[in-house]
């Protein structure tokens, strides 16, 4: 955000409060709440009133702050050159869009896929839905286009994994190979030794994000499916409305794919990434 404020330094009329702003905007940031940007702004109004910043100031980093929120436009373009940067994100080159929502996903891993995806695409949609999502010109000129291309794919992409990821109530074969989903190796090792097997016919691979991926195939004619699907873990299933012979099938690959086990030194590196979801098992 620095980096592009400063960009247009020149256009902004009080330096210090966007400074300010930049700072404790997200001072409080917990994804399971609602009130992080008031809280931000008690915060910051305490410490800034303790170095004696003028009361005017620490009002308008309250306004900056508490408008990255909705990201609605404002009176005041100092505030809209904040939020317009707050968001300038959208507008990057695809592989750091890429990397950029892979992120998001890692910091709302405490939900699984598909609220997760229906909640994102909400927020997605509603600034395509907006006649410009950006307010100040600067920053429409230089990202408008390519953000609204970069949300489009976004939002597609998350609506595909949700479709692909749906239960059906019918006769068919569900069994977890592990339902620790933040050890998503388990999804990757498992698709590796499927490569390597006998009589597998593969349709697709998609290795997915760190929540979600799928490996289709073919088992001695029976269509199955190896779901990463997030914190709810990694699973086999075989089509809607299974034979007998196909659940048969199922349970022979079940059996196969229980081989799959982290190492050690996998354990450990994932421990310290998730101490408290990590198992050690």
């Avoid at 915060?43 to 990201?71: C, Y």
């Avoid at 999804?187 to 760190?210: M, Q, V």
């Avoid at 079940?254 to 081989?259: G, H, N, V």
């Amino acid at each position: 955000m620095l980096t592009e404020l400063e960009l247009v330094e020149n256009l902004i009329e009080d330096w210090d409060s966007i400074l300010f702003s930049l700072f404790y905007h997200d001072f409080i940031y917990d994804v399971t709440r609602l009130d992080n940007e008031v809280k931000s702004v008690s915060i910051a109004a305490q410490n800034l009133s303790l170095l004696g910043v003028p009361a005017e100031t620490i009002d308008k980093v309250s306004r900056t702050i508490l408008a990255t929120k909705s990201h609605s436009k404002s009176d005041e373009n100092d505030i809209n050159f904040f939020i317009d940067s707050d968001i300038s994100i959208f507008g990057k080159e695809d592989i750091i869009y890429k990397q950029y929502f892979k992120n998001v996903r890692l910091e709302y891993l405490i939900y699984p896929s598909y609220l997760f995806n229906e909640g994102r695409i909400k927020v997605l949609q509603h600034f395509l839905e907006q006649s410009r999502i950006y307010k100040t010109n600067f920053f429409l000129d230089k990202y408008e286009l390519t953000a609204r291309t970069n949300i489009e794919s976004e939002i597609k992409e998350l609506k595909r994994m949700n479709n692909s990821f749906v239960r059906q109530n019918s006769h068919e074969f569900i069994k977890y190979l592990e339902e620790d989903g933040d050890l998503s190796e388990f999804f990757y090792n498992a698709s590796k030794l499927l490569d390597r097997l006998e009589n597998i016919e593969k349709i697709t691979f998609y290795p997915g994000w760190f929540d979600s991926g799928y490996y289709r195939f073919k088992y001695c004619g029976t269509t199955l499916h190896l779901e990463y699907e997030g914190m709810l873990g990694t699973y086999l299933k075989t089509e809607p409305n299974a034979n007998d012979k196909d659940i048969q099938n199922a349970k022979e690959i079940f059996q196969k794919l229980l081989e799959v086990r982290l190492s050690e030194d996998d354990l450990i590196r994932l421990r310290k990434i998730f101490p408290n979801t990590a198992k050690s098992n």
